[in-house]
């Protein structure tokens, strides 16, 4: 029998970029290359006849749905972001629950209980770690400088050998803004998130890998959550948003609900860039519901790790002008 080929392992050459070297936050999930992949796979892996969305969710994840051929149907969310279930979820369906802005893990842990075949969205709830046999997936990019990344808790793995993902020409937007600025560099995230568009699934990619190896995430979660303390101290009381603090969670951003679209355009004339959380709940809903009164009114801050309490302040300030 022929031997299987050896790897040489080349010595020598230029230098690769040098990153710090650690451990992933969840070295024991599976790692694969997008969030809306990792939803996928559940569909794979559990075949579920159809899928019960919210409508306040990000619409790249009608990608794998839509692919695989799942019914899919969508649900409302209460003031408290949590599902209003008025609808009999059948044995072979699945309801998918976002934890929202990584604020809602109590609401995960209650919901989880009651609902058998429950996927929790924890994209925007890195540090919330994933329950025991609850299909829980993650994505990287959206706490962390990385092109891409998925992570995904599920106790059983698909029959099939998975290639591998790579990511070196998407990350022209994470170089591109250390030398030249956040704003020269949007251009290029508009491009390599299109590039995440229908792809396979596929292994998380050793650069994507190798920077998740390199990050310090007590640091990170610490700032965010002193971050995030912070602005709740001087902004609850105008927050239309009414939520129990989160503890040792460390949310994505500090969701300020307010009255007042002008708020968002008035943030972004002074460089303060908020997202909106989701243009395309504007295509699924009307003017009177929640969603929709959501996608317009609701103010995500950024907490990040790239943001000291000085940045908070003037953050806090700017908004205050509006109030
Ligand atoms: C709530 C939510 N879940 C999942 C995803 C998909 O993650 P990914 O871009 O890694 O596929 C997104 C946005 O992209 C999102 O906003």
Known sequence: MPKAKEVIKPIGGFYDLQLPTG?????????LNTGRNALEYILRQKAYSKIYIPFFTCDVLLEPIKKLGVKYEFYSINERLEPIINFEIEPTACLLYTNYFGIKH???????????????????????EPLPGVDTFYSCRKFFGVPDGAYLNIKKKLNKKLPIDVSYNRVSHLTKSIDLGIEAAYADSLINNKLLENNEIKIMSNLTKRIMCGIRYDECAQIRERN????????????????????????????????????????????????????????????????????????????????????????????KQVL
């Open 228 to 319: 995030f303390f912070f602005l709740h101290q001087h902004l609850k009381e105008f927050n239309l948003f009414q939520f129990d603090f989160p503890t040792n969670k460390s949310p994505m951003v500090y969701p300020f609900l307010y009255d007042d679209r002008n708020l968002k355009i008035h943030l972004i004339q002074k460089k303060i860039f908020v997202p909106t959380y989701w243009p395309n709940v504007y295509n699924w809903t009307s003017a009177g519901m929640y969603e929709n009164y959501l996608t317009t009114n609701l103010v995500p801050l950024p907490i990040d790790h790239r943001y000291n309490l000085k940045d908070m302040f003037y953050m806090l300030n700017t908004l």
């Open 23 to 31: 451990n992933e936050y969840y070295a024991d999930l599976l790692r």
């Open 106 to 128: 109590d609401a995960v842990i209650t919901l989880s209980e009651q609902i058998p075949n429950i996927i929790i969205d924890n994209s925007q709830a890195f540090y919330s």
